[in-house]
């Protein structure tokens, strides 16, 4: 492409520091550094810029915190921080050739950077990967209720007046067409597994197994963030309906606000053969999602819409079957119904979940590796960095 054209993506989190968007930059931005954009992250820490792979780094604001758990009103003040100083490095740095790409971390970046900056105006787009307030409310996080309506409003107002928003998926679309977003300005760009992340069918793969005494077992996993949004007690509900099949084991893996009580809710029903993992350095991951025969994904159907579960690309990526609980009427539950990807049901459904587990692992023709298969062929041709990146070259030229 001939000339130099600056693309500014503002986020809170960006590697080394952890964070599932900072992550999706870190393949994203250099990428396009090297397709000839100008590409600039501004995110949250402390220090001077500095050049990665061709992308430069603008850390302000305070010191990032890597603490898996925070007080609320420590997040809320680290928040406000990088807010304030993403608020003053736009208004010192920004030019109107730009095109200024700002993510939903922290949730109300949106409202408060799309409306208040003065200065030169940019080519605008909100990149939104979760839809708040209105989750913190389908939830009912008392702070969220207070807040929605000024908050809300703010964010709205960003999101009409702006060049472009860019959602991951059709649920999440009609959500933010119903706020009167003109269709014209919405666009659809999935999400992608991390780059590094791959099948593991070799002797690796086969020895992360054994250490873990997994060996002529049918594993079931859960990895991610064991959050509010998800329906973990479903995920209970299934391995309770199973406790007799002493050859299906139950695994989750990660951490978040539901583990403390999942783990006393497991203890207490005795469900010896549910165990739990802490989350996994980078280099064991891939190894460790090709130990599972069976991926879990659950939803809220109160978040239905709002939310896209991230690690449905990770499952995928390591050609995995999903078994999903939650709204089927949601996007995600359509694309394993409509591809036969695995299985998908409502909560009250659960029943049918576990038949559905003890019917895959009792079948012994090749209907679980042709299981596989199309796991495989739908990720190759829907998903994956590659189509992602293709987009958003199109998208920013």
């Known amino acids: ?17 952890p964070g599932a968007t900072g992550q999706l930059l870190r393949d994203l931005a250099p990428a396009l550094a090297r397709t000839g954009y100008k590409v600039i992250v501004v995110t949250a820490g402390t220090g001077s810029v500095v050049s990665e792979d061709g992308v430069t780094v603008h850390r302000i604001g305070a010191a990032f915190s890597a603490q898996r758990r925070i007080s609320l009103w420590d997040k809320w003040r680290a928040q406000r921080l990088f807010f304030n100083a993403a608020k003053t490095w736009w208004e010192t740095h920004i030019q109107s050739a730009d095109t200024v790409v700002i993510m939903t971390d922290p949730p109300s970046l949106s409202g408060q950077l799309g ?52 959602t991951l998926g059709t649920d999440m679309a009609a959500v933010i067409a119903n706020l009167n ?36 077992k049918f594993v079931v996993m859960y990895s991610g963030n064991l959050g509010r949004v998800h329906d973990m007690e479903a995920i209970i509900a299934v391995a309770s309906r199973l ?3 002493r050859d299906i084991v139950f695994c989750l893996v990660g ?48 978040c239905a819409g709002l939310v896209w579960p991230s690690k449905f690309y990770g499952i995928l990526a390591v050609q995995r079957p999903v078994l999903f609980i939650g709204p089927v009427s949601a996007e995600i ?18 029943d049918e979940a576990g038949s559905w587990i003890e019917a895959l692992v009792d079948d012994h023709t090749d209907r679980p590796s042709a299981l596989r298969s199309r796991v495989a062929a739908y990720h190759h041709s829907h998903l994956g960095f590659e189509r992602s990146l293709a987009w958003w070259q199109t998208f920013l030229s």
């Open 255 to 302: 951490d978040g606000a539901q583990i403390d009580r999942l783990k006393a809710t497991v203890a207490s029903r005795q469900l010896e053969q549910v165990m739990f993992l802490p989350p996994q350095p980078t280099q064991t991951v891939s190894a460790m999602l090709s130990a599972a025969d069976l991926h879990l994904v659950t939803l809220k159907e109160s």
């Open 243 to 245: 406790r007799s099949r």
């Open 1 to 17: 492409m001939s000339g130099e054209k600056r693309v500014i993506f503002v986020n809170r989190t960006y590697p080394p520091y």
């Open 333 to 350: 539950g359509q694309q394993i119904k409509q591809h036969r990807l695995g299985w998908a049901g409502a909560r009250d459904k659960v």
């Open 115 to 166: 409306n208040c900056p003065r200065g030169p105006r940019p080519r605008l787009v909100h990149w939104v990967q979760d839809i708040h307030p209105e989750v913190g409310a389908a939830l009912t996080f008392p702070p969220a209720r207070a807040l929605i309506g000024r908050w809300s409003r703010a964010r709205n107002r960003a999101w009409r007046q702006a060049d472009a928003v860019v």
């Open 181 to 216: 977003v003109a269709r014209s300005r919405l666009h659809i760009s999935p999400n992608w597994a991390p780059r590094w992340l791959e099948p593991v069918e070799d002797a690796l793969g086969q020895a992360s197994r054994e250490q873990r005494g997994w060996t002529g």
